[in-house]
């Protein structure tokens, strides 16, 4: 499996971004399909997962409410739609998919992304 994250730029607080994850080759072995970031000194922190066939949903609390995270099962495209953004969403945000389970920490992930920079000014 490959992916392909997109979508990524500079924003001002309070705009909108939407980040793109193509999934490539075995898509089919897909279960879930999470997005994670990491900002600058710390740690890679779950942002959002979607279970690929079901469409369940899992947010962080930090983006619950500003957040949705959504799949095109015929693009096998995951979107990450961000509205209200915050300076503190700034981070390079990466996608990952596991075979297996949907999960909030990064490595039970199978397969992962390039990062897509997302910088929100204040």
């Known amino acids: 499996v490959q992916l392909q994250a997109s979508g990524g730029g500079l924003v001002q607080a309070g705009g909108s971004l939407r980040l793109s994850c193509a999934a490539s080759?075995?898509?089919?072995?897909?279960?879930?399909v999470g997005w994670f970031r990491q900002a600058p000194g710390k740690e890679r922190e779950f942002v959002a997962a979607?279970?690929?066939?079901?469409?369940?949903?899992y947010y962080a609390e930090t983006v619950k409410g500003r957040f949705t995270i959504s799949r095109d099962n015929v693009k096998n495209t995951v979107y990450l739609q961000m509205n209200s953004l915050k300076p503190e969403d700034t981070a390079v945000y990466y996608c990952?998919?596991?075979?297996?389970?949907?999960?909030?920490?990064?490595?039970?992930?199978?397969?992962w992304g390039q990062g897509t920079l997302v910088t929100v000014s204040s």
């Open positions: 990952a998919a596991d075979r297996t389970i949907v999960a909030r920490i990064s490595r039970e992930y199978d397969y």
């Open positions: 080759g075995r898509t089919f072995s897909i279960y879930a």
């Open positions: 979607i279970i690929w066939s079901a469409g369940t949903t």
